[in-house]
């Protein structure tokens, strides 16, 4: 059943993620370095990886995130 979880948190936080973008101009960018949301879910998956943290709502809606955020044209960190 936690497959089922996963699954549901993935599609789920890709949706939401994207409704956000969408809706949303918000960005980070710090000397020439545009700091992305699937740079920050990746983050967010790294640090459940060093607590160890295997809740797969956790990684199911991180890994969305990152996700939507790499299917986009303009994913790259360099900012231009």
């Known amino acids: 059943m936690d497959f089922g979880f996963f699954s549901l948190s993935l599609v789920v936080s890709f949706a939401f993620v994207r409704m956000v973008t969408e809706k949303t101009k918000f960005h980070l960018r ?3 370095i545009w700091i992305h949301h699937w740079i920050l879910a990746a983050l967010g998956m790294l640090i459940l990886l060093v607590v160890q943290i295997e809740h797969p709502v956790a990684w199911g809606a991180f890994t969305g995130a ?3 955020g790499l299917i986009r044209k303009n994913w ?5």
């Open 30 to 32: 710090w000397k020439g």
């Open 66 to 68: 990152a996700l939507e």
């Open 76 to 80: 790259s960190i360099l900012d231009r």
